[in-house]
C-alpha cells in the first residue's frame, strides 16, 4: 500500500494541472461569448444553448440519480440554477455587449472575497479577519476604478461593469448554498442539478428578448466551435476537473489559480479582440488582483499565528 500512496503523492501535479486548465477555460470563456454575441446570438440564446449540450453531456455522464434526498434539497438546486445559472450567466453575457471582455472577467473574479464575507455575516463562528476586510477595501475600490474608466470611455456602458458586480454576488451566494449540499452529494450530480434548473429558469427569460437569432446561425462554422468549445470545454471539463482538483489538492490551493483568470482574460481579449486598455483600467485590475490575494494571504497568516 506505501509504494501506492507514494506514487499518488508523485502525481499530484496532474491536479494542479486540472486547475490551471479550469482557470484557463474559464479566462478565454468571455471571448469565446464576445464572438458569438458579435455575429448575432443575443445573450439568453448563448447561455441556454451552452448549457443545454453541457446537461445532455454531462447527464451521459452522471444519469444514475436524478432527484434530490428530499424536497427540501431540490428547492435548494432550484435556487443554485438561478443564482449560478441563468441570473449569473444571463448577467455576465448582457454585461460583454456593454463594456469590456477584461472588465467583467475582472470583477467576476470577486466571489471568493465576497463568499468570505457572507460566510462572515451568515455564520457567526466563522467571521473574518481583519484581512480580509482590507483586501475587499482594496479590491472594491479596483471595481471602483475600472466601472469609473468605463464610464469615460464613450464606447463603454458602465451598466456592463455593474452586471459583471451582480454575478460576482450571485457566485458568491451559491458558494454559501453549496455548504449543505456538499455533504450529502458529489460534484457531478450538483453540476448536473445546476445545469438542469439553469436551463430551465432561463426560458422564461426568453420573452424580454426583443428577437430571436435565426437557428441557422449556429451552422457557421466560427459560431458552432465557439458554443461547442463553451460547452463541451467551459462548461463540462472544467467544472469536472477543477472538482477533481479540489478534492486533491483542496479549495484554499485551488482558488489560488482564481487570480490568474483575469490576467489569462485579459491578454488574449488584446491579442484576439484588439481591445485597449487605459491607465486607469489597468491600475483597477491590479488593485483587484493586489485585493483578492491580500485578503487571503492576511488570512491565512492570521490563523498561522493563532496556532
Not at 178 to 202: Q, S
Not at 260 to 270: A, G, K, L, R, W
Amino acid at each position: 500500500m506505501e509504494p501506492t500512496r507514494a506514487g499518488g503523492k508523485n502525481r499530484i501535479w496532474i491536479y494542479h494541472l486540472f486547475a490551471i486548465f479550469s482557470v484557463t477555460a474559464w479566462g478565454l470563456s468571455f471571448i469565446a461569448t464576445r464572438v458569438l454575441l458579435d455575429n448575432g446570438l443575443n445573450p439568453i440564446e448563448i447561455y441556454i444553448y451552452r448549457f443545454t449540450i453541457a446537461y445532455l453531456a454531462m447527464l451521459a455522464i452522471s444519469h444514475r440519480k436524478l432527484w434530490a434526498n428530499s424536497l427540501k434539497d431540490e428547492g435548494l438546486f432550484v435556487v443554485c440554477g438561478l443564482v449560478a445559472g441563468s441570473i449569473y450567466f444571463i448577467a455576465e453575457n448582457v454585461a460583454l455587449e456593454y463594456t469590456l471582455v477584461s472588465n467583467v472577467s475582472l470583477i467576476t473574479s470577486l466571489p471568493p472575497l465576497l463568499t468570505v464575507l457572507l460566510v462572515g455575516l451568515v455564520y457567526k463562528s466563522n467571521r473574518p479577519g481583519r484581512g480580509a476586510y482590507i483586501g475587499s477595501l482594496v479590491a472594491f475600490l479596483g471595481v471602483g476604478l475600472v466601472i469609473f474608466n468605463s464610464s469615460f470611455n464613450m464606447a463603454i456602458n458602465p451598466i456592463g461593469d455593474l452586471l459583471s458586480l451582480l454575478a460576482a454576488f450571485c457566485w458568491a451566494i451559491y458558494s454559501l448554498l453549496l455548504k449543505p449540499l456538499n455533504a450529502h452529494y458529489d460534484a457531478r450530480f450538483i453540476t448536473r442539478k445546476v445545469f438542469f434548473y439553469g436551463v430551465l429558469t432561463a426560458i422564461p427569460f426568453l420573452a424580454v428578448e426583443p428577437e430571436i437569432a435565426d437557428p441557422h446561425i449556429l451552422l457557421r462554422p466560427v459560431v458552432l466551435w465557439n458554443l461547442v468549445f463553451l460547452s463541451l470545454v467551459c462548461s463540462l471539463a472544467a467544472y469536472l476537473t477543477w472538482a477533481f482538483s479540489i478534492a486533491r489538492i483542496g479549495a484554499v490551493t485551488a482558488a489560488n489559480y482564481l487570480y490568474f483568470q483575469p490576467v489569462i482574460t485579459m491578454v488574449f481579449s488584446v491579442v484576439i479582440l484588439h481591445e485597449a486598455l487605459t491607465p486607469v483600467g489597468l491600475a483597477g485590475c491590479v488593485m483587484i488582483l493586489i485585493g483578492v490575494w491580500l485578503a487571503d494571504y492576511l488570512q491565512k497568516r492570521s490563523l498561522f499565528s493563532k496556532k
